[in-house]
């Protein structure tokens, strides 16, 4: 959050010298502040949103609602608000910026192939997130990250149809112009980075935890396995919540990766999670 506010402060000092006018640099200072703020107190909303979940009851889900319910009693946490995406792929993910204010999102897919063992293992998982506390710094990359997109757009716009400000002419067009393709170019990378310092060891952490709250680590192991093996990605797979998932949501990395695949990946190989958790 402090690197964005540092960012879009850069950002706004550099217009303002382009344009000759001060108030842009107030302005990015106030927009700065009000995008850490929102994404404090919405990117679980955001996120939500942006994946197409939908909140479900425990008439409409009784058994993925019961499993939940008693994994949260065992795991001493307030039950999280529960929803279901509506895609084939099977995924998980937990969001929420504390423990009370938290939520669990699965597909349809998953609910599809998993068996009540395999189910629960997920569920712990997901729940060790939040018990981890990893679900807020993870769901504000979201707001954050796909803003830093959002700027890259803007700006190429911008520069290709010029500004209000005529008076500077050529000069402030082309200062836009190379601000828009070096962000273009650098906003993946940006955004990979971002995810990356949320350490990949929060996921092994959380199969380990969640493998001592259902002590049957044989559960996650199976459906890791399974979700890995579904290929397609899912249907709404976004670059900026996809560190959120217990999987890659673009599927195809259920092999053992190489070496910059590995770094550059926002999660774990899933037979090196596998061998953890069957291992010890």
Not at 159 to 164: L, N
Not at 227 to 256: D, Q
């Amino acid at each position: 959050m402090a690197f964005f506010f540092v960012a879009i402060m850069g950002l706004g000092w550099i217009f303002s010298r382009a344009y000759g006018d001060s108030s842009i640099l107030y302005i990015a200072v106030i927009f700065s502040l009000v995008m850490n703020f929102a994404s404090y107190w919405w990117s679980d909303k955001i996120a939500l949103a942006v994946s197409g979940a939908r909140s479900v009851t425990r008439e409409e889900y009784f058994d993925l609602w019961n499993s939940v319910e008693n994994l949260s009693i065992t795991a001493g946490l307030p039950m999280p608000r529960l929803y279901v995406i509506d895609d084939p792929a099977p995924n998980a993910f937990a969001t929420g910026r504390n423990k009370e204010h938290a939520a669990v999102a699965v597909t349809t897919g998953l609910l599809q192939i998993l068996d009540k063992s395999e189910l629960e293992g997920v569920i712990a998982h997901e729940l060790s997130h939040i018990g981890n506390r990893d679900i807020l710094v993870a769901t504000v990359v979201v707001v954050l990250v796909g803003f830093v997109t959002l700027l890259s757009d803007m700006f190429l716009r911008f520069s290709h149809f010029g500004g209000r400000h005529r008076d500077n002419g050529g000069r402030v067009q082309g200062v836009m112009f190379i601000i828009g393709i070096v962000l273009a170019i650098l906003s993946p990378l940006i955004a990979t980075l971002i995810q990356l310092a949320i350490s990949r060891k929060r996921e092994f952490l959380a199969d380990a935890s969640g493998a001592l709250l259902t002590r049957y680590p044989d559960g996650l192991a199976r459906a890791l396995e399974k979700i890995s093996r579904y290929s397609r990605p899912m249907e709404r797979a976004n670059h900026a919540t996809a560190h959120l998932f217990i999987a890659n949501p673009f599927g195809g990395t259920g092999s053992v990766a190489g070496f910059l695949t590995k770094i550059f990946s926002t999660h774990p190989p899933v037979e090196e999670r596998v061998k953890a958790l069957r291992e010890g």
